[in-house]
């Protein structure tokens, strides 16, 4: 700006000279004053002749330096914006020859200046990237030049020798040539398929999933020839949510870990293990010989695991049961066979857990019938349709009553009275067995206030109802509203009750008899651990199991497991009751051992419990046996 303005003032100065020749002249004396005029005119337009022109070419010339400064400005940003690229860039020309590229376009394949200059052939620098780049033939190219193609874009992705993969983009440019992006997706590529593996598979163990677990049998589906066969085995695992509750999640997931190991040793390279979720796996068996393979494969899982794991300083017992289909017979598609090792899974748990079984088509019905009978236990629940019914228990020496057992049935409106074999196990499973609970030991206090005060009441108390919380404000509601005193009830536990967490099991069962109610171990016998809870807590009776009765007298170890529970019982200082008393061979042999307390059918089965006061004290004072 300041040059144009020095040049515009040069040109002015120019003109002014011109005026100021002009006025000497005419000041000269030859001239006459009337010419004066005429010859101011004239020298105007000879500045006139010599400025316009003068100007012109001024103008032409700053317009073709500013012109030619903006290339220079626009070519500079180029420039920079190709140097700055991640991607790299390559542009020919019309005649399919290089004119333009970045350094990134360089240092990705490789190549030199000296092998890429501006004017080389595509055909040449195609041949150049080749070598060493391709994992293919050198001959493939790693893109076609447009006059190969129809369309006016295009995108190939190639793979390097190197690992790298690349996204090549071409698209024509007007005048012919085009231009070509080169872009590095190695890293995206790694992300996609650390996602997609993700999508497919357990995070905790990187086992298969329940997704691709369903493709993996959707293609062994596929892949069976007439008579093959191959088997879907489903596996829960107990008692984990006891570690999880004890110990802390992360401890239940290390244990998972350790199981997933153990389970992947037990199983064939053939074979695949999943994880589909919680606290179960799946492994798919590919073999012909069905269903003898799929047993011995799952006797050797639950083999596996039986020995304990040590974790954190503490050893922890995981048992496995599991649920076996047969793919096809089971099953024409993936869904429909691991439903059916659901239902075999399901059966084997109502028998008892740690054992395997098959998929019978039966299943289906009985498990839509559980679901039904799961639907109206609700409601049971919800509509008071339960009754108590009670069972006596007698003095051994006296042969009177000493108490009664309560227990539950259900009055189902159009099916009668329901055993408690049949609604029980269901109430455990669903968590229903806590309000029921509470209802019993409502209903037991408030019937025995109104039998003889020697008289005392027992209540069987599941598991689910100590993880709760609520058991000892439920027992001390309970007594306190009917008025009972707390001597005259017995709470009935099981072993399990105490497996599910131990320590606050007993802190509860610490508090209840501290209030003066009386705990009592039931089923004495059929555990692993009966006689190392006995020491921690000191219960007030043990009930023996009812299957060691059954086989007296003629039993010879029924007979020596009686006796050695009543010497025990004897040495402890607690009341013996020998449950399940039908005979009166059994009655003399319990007897003949030391029992304190009988109970069974022998001298009475369950009665409703109104019915209670009229048939055992008619006069209110002792009571009879009917």
């Known amino acids: 700006m300041r040059k144009f303005r020095r040049d515009l003032g040069l040109l002015f100065t120019i003109g002014a000279l011109a005026l100021f020749v002009v006025a000497g002249i005419a000041r000269l004396p030859a001239l006459a004053d009337e010419t004066f005029e005429m010859t101011a005119i004239v020298a105007l337009l000879v500045v006139a002749a010599f400025s316009v022109p003068l100007a012109a070419f001024y103008f ?6 500013k012109a030619e400064l903006e290339v220079r400005e626009q070519n500079r940003r180029l420039n920079a914006v190709l140097a700055n690229m991640p991607e790299g860039v390559s542009m020919f020309d019309g005649d399919g020859r290089l004119a333009v590229f970045n350094e990134r376009f ?13 004017g080389t052939p595509a055909e040449e620098v195609l041949d150049r990237i080749a070598i060493g780049n391709l994992v293919s033939e050198p001959q493939v190219r790693i893109w076609d030049a447009p006059e190969r193609q129809d369309a006016a874009t295009s995108t190939k992705v190639r793979e390097l020798a190197d690992g790298r993969v690349l996204a090549i983009t071409q698209r024509r440019i007007q005048g012919g040539g085009w231009v070509t992006t080169h872009h590095d997706i190695t890293e995206l590529r790694h992300i996609e398929a650390q996602i997609a593996h993700m999508a497919r598979h357990d995070a905790l163990t990187d086992l298969p999933n329940r997704v691709l677990f369903r493709e993996l049998i959707d293609e062994a589906l596929a892949g069976t020839d007439d008579g093959e066969c191959f088997a879907v085995l489903c596996i829960d695992l107990d008692h984990l949510k006891e570690v999880n509750d004890s110990l802390g999640h992360a401890a239940g997931d ?40 799929a047993s011995t494969l799952a006797e050797r899982l639950r083999n596996s695991l039986r020995e304990p794991f040590l ?27 691991l439903k059916n090792a659901g239902l075999a899974l399901n059966k084997a748990k109502s028998e008892g857990r740690g054992l395997h079984r098959f998929f019978e088509p039966g299943m289906d019905h009985r498990m839509l019938e559980r679901r039904r009978l799961e639907t109206e236990l609700r409601l049971a629940v919800q509509n008071g349709e339960f009754k108590l019914f009670c069972q006596a228990l007698l003095d051994a020496r006296t042969e009177r009553v000493s108490g009664f057992e309560a227990l539950v049935r259900w009055q189902h409106p159009e099916r009668g009275i329901v055993a408690p074999s049949e609604f029980i196990p269901l109430a455990e499973e669903t968590g229903l067995i806590v309000p029921l609970g509470a209802w019993v ?3 037991a206090c408030a019937e025995a206030v109104t039998w003889p005060r020697h008289i005392s009441v027992s209540v069987n108390i599941a598991a689910a109802q100590f993880e709760t919380g609520d058991l000892v404000p439920t027992v001390v509601s309970a007594l306190s509203a009917a008025g009972l005193a707390p001597s005259r009830l017995v709470l009935e536990i099981t072993e399990t009750a105490l497996l599910r967490d131990s320590e606050a099991t007993l802190e509860a069962l610490h508090m209840l008899r501290k209030l003066g109610v009386r705990i009592a171990m039931d089923d004495f016998g059929t555990g692993y651990s009966s006689l190392s809870y006995l020491r921690s807590f000191p219960f007030d009776k043990i009930k023996i199991d009812r299957s060691f009765v059954k086989d007296l ?8 497991i009686v006796r050695a529970v009543a010497t025990l019982g004897c040495n402890l ?20 051992e030391g029992y304190t307390e009988i109970q069974g059918y022998f001298y009475s089965k369950p009665i409703p419990s109104t019915e209670v006061a009229a048939l055992f004290f008619p006069q209110g004072g002792k009571a009879a046996v009917g």
């Not at 360089?106 to 501006?118: C, E, F, H, K, V």
């Not at 153990?262 to 798919?284: K, M, Q, W």
């Not at 649920?323 to 598609?333: F, K």
């Not at 007298?553 to 020596?560: I, L």
């Open 311 to 337: 974790l954190r300083g503490h050893q922890l017992a995981v048992e496995a049961t599991i649920g076996v289909a047969i793919g096809p017979t089971d099953g024409a598609g993936p869904d429909l066979l």
């Open 106 to 118: 360089l240092s990705m394949y490789g190549l030199t200046p000296d092998s890429a200059r501006p």
């Open 573 to 592: 200082g607690v009341e013996m009751t020998a449950e399940g008393v039908e005979t009166e061979e059994q009655l003399m042999a319990v007897k003949a």
């Open 553 to 560: 007298p003629d039993g010879a170890d029924s007979r020596a």
């Open 60 to 65: 032409r010339t700053k317009d073709k330096e």
């Open 441 to 443: 030991i409502r209903q």
């Open 254 to 293: 290390e244990l998972l870990k350790a199981v997933a190991a153990r389970l992947g040793d037990s199983i064939a390279d053939t074979d695949t293990l999943a994880r589909p979720g919680g606290g179960e796996f799946a492994v798919l068996q590919m073999t012909g010989n069905q269903p003898v393979d």
